[in-house]
């Protein structure tokens, strides 16, 4: 609950804050990488630092936060941060890491807006911080405690035991417990973290979503991504790891998960946002679910889609199922009407379904209108986007 008084000081600054915000998280990082160099090393992802992709999110997040309290004073809105909660809990987030975020922060708000901090300012943007970190810290203690890492610890090394090509760009990961110890369970849709030891001695670590669950092994799925930092850990992965070879993994994480429902569901994805989808539906398969299904996938060219014969033999498994695909630049003869982007124009979606999105943001927005256009509630579609969400606080 945001104090009365501080709430008086956040309406009013807001406007400034936001302004700034930029500026703000940009100074923070700097700040926070000057005094703690092991962290661009080890912990964050060099290659969003680089192009601002997280210095974005993290504007949007704290613009967001500090909106709703403003709407909803008595309200501490946990459901918008379980995403960053769940990001942060595979990467191994401690409470005390909150104390030199908080140190490094204020220090760049003070140093960007200067005169117009005042004390009573401070005090409702130092309150605001604490009501967000303490919402995180408790979603994080949780997931912890789920998986059984009380101290957030939930890495463990893992054998690779299979390793499959999808496309000429996009491998498959098989793996085991190096020590035998069980596989952390997971839901259909999850991802965990897999961390590195690069050339320059970084340990770097990125997200991939699980595209199957199974009881025995954890399966995950790599797409390389070349000409940018983005791609430094996608690519050693794709050049130095094979059957035999340890990877660093962490538990299971996501709060995009497959629902347990009655209710129609719609699976839809473009490129490798395939993967959380076809974990979904080959759940669906296996549990030989009388839910209508409805799978969407759009993507480059044939050749480029990933898990392509899966969809379509899932789909024929389910009773209830049907796939619609789209191409932009089909290689062999192919549909007009399923040609260019995804149209759903055609598609016949109840309105009580369930939807869960997974691609670009612009895919994720076209989609998103477009079910909403045709009735869904906006509390039944659910969207996973990769890397940071730059999406929160814009819906």
């Not at 939807?355 to 509390?379: E, I, S």
Request: net charge negative; aromatic share 8%; with cysteine.
């Amino acid at each position: 609950m945001l104090s009365e008084k501080s709430a008086e000081s956040i309406r009013a600054t807001l406007p400034t804050v936001s302004s700034a915000i930029g500026k703000i998280t940009t100074l923070f990082y700097d700040k926070l990488f000057a005094a703690h160099p092991e962290l661009l090393r080890d912990l964050f992802n060099r290659g969003n630092q680089a192009n601002g992709a997280q210095k974005q999110a993290l504007a949007g997040a704290i613009a967001a936060f500090a909106s709703a309290l403003i709407k909803h004073p008595d309200v501490r809105p946990d459901a918008m941060l379980s995403r960053i909660a769940h990001k942060h809990a595979s990467l191994g987030i401690t409470r005390d890491q909150y104390q030199v975020v908080h140190t490094h922060l204020f220090a760049a708000i003070a140093e960007v807006l200067g005169s117009a901090v005042t004390d009573e300012v401070a005090a409702a943007w130092d309150e605001v911080y604490w009501l967000m970190a303490g919402s995180l810290i408790s979603i994080e203690t949780r997931l912890y405690a789920e998986a059984s890492a009380p101290n957030g610890d939930t890495w463990s090394d893992h054998r690779v035991v299979g390793r499959y090509a999808e496309t000429r760009d996009i491998a498959t990961f098989l793996v085991h417990s190096a020590d035998g110890s069980p596989v952390p369970p997971s839901r259909p849709g999850q991802y965990v973290s897999v961390q590195v030891q690069l050339p320059d001695g970084a340990r770097q670590i990125r997200q991939y979503s699980l595209s199957n669950t199974q009881d025995d092994a954890l399966q995950f799925t790599v797409k390389r991504v070349t000409g940018t930092r983005n791609g430094e850990v996608s690519n050693h992965l794709h050049e130095y790891i094979h059957e035999g070879d340890i990877v660093r993994v962490s538990a299971p994480f996501g709060d995009v998960t497959l629902e347990e429902s009655d209710a129609p569901v719609l699976l839809a994805s473009a490129g490798i946002g395939c993967t959380p989808m076809i974990s979904m539906l080959s759940h669906l398969a296996s549990t030989d679910s009388p839910r209508q299904v409805i799978a969407v996938h759009a993507d480059y060219t044939q050749s480029a889609h990933a898990f392509r014969v899966d969809l379509e033999q899932l789909v024929s498994k389910l009773r209830h199922a049907d796939a619609h695909v789209w191409y932009e630049a089909p290689e062999d003869p192919w549909p007009t009407d399923r040609t260019g982007l995804v149209d759903l124009t055609g598609v016949p979606i109840p309105q009580e379904t369930i939807a869960y999105l997974c691609g670009p943001v612009p895919f994720l927005r076209a989609v998103r209108t477009q079910l909403l256009r045709v009735g869904l509630l906006a509390a039944n579609i659910h969207y996973e986007v990769f890397g940071p969400d730059l999406w929160l606080g814009q819906e």
